[in-house]
């Protein structure tokens, strides 16, 4: 190749069990802050890196779970504008499928994942 430096690319197989545990929890945040939260419990004393993960999912699993609450108030109490309610709840859970997802497929490479939204209700450290 004459002078050029051939730049040497590895890849880490990241389907060790923090990887799996922190994916898990991310996608598990869609339906609400519980399976993060068991996650989080489960390995925040063993595995820093998916007990963090898992914190941050169950932060963003709690924002969701609030956000559909507001949204299910509007649609049952709120006369004439109630199907604002619906829509709201629509786009929350097509919100949260997305970022959800995106979240598990950056954690699966090994990377940190983050939402842009979240509330700080589990610590990511002890």
Not at 13 to 37: E, K, Q
Not at 63 to 82: E, H, I, K, S, Y
Not at 91 to 107: D, E, G, H, P, S
Request: glycine residues 8%; charged residues 20%; proline residues 5%.
């Amino acid at each position: 190749m004459g002078d050029q430096e051939v730049a040497e690319v590895t890849f880490a197989s990241h389907d060790d069990t923090d990887s799996r545990a922190a994916g898990i929890a991310h996608l598990g945040a869609v339906v609400g802050p519980v399976i993060p939260w068991v996650v989080w419990l489960a390995r925040r004393g063993d595995d820093p890196r998916a007990a963090r993960e898992a914190a941050k999912a169950t932060n963003f699993g709690v924002l969701v779970l609030a956000l559909m609450a507001v949204a299910t108030v509007v649609r049952m109490f709120v006369p004439l504008v109630g199907f604002v309610g619906t829509l709201a709840q629509l786009a929350v859970l097509v919100v949260a499928v997305v970022l959800c997802y995106q979240a598990f497929r950056t954690v699966r490479r090994g990377l940190p994942a983050s939402y842009p939204y979240d509330i700080k209700v589990v610590r990511d450290h002890d």
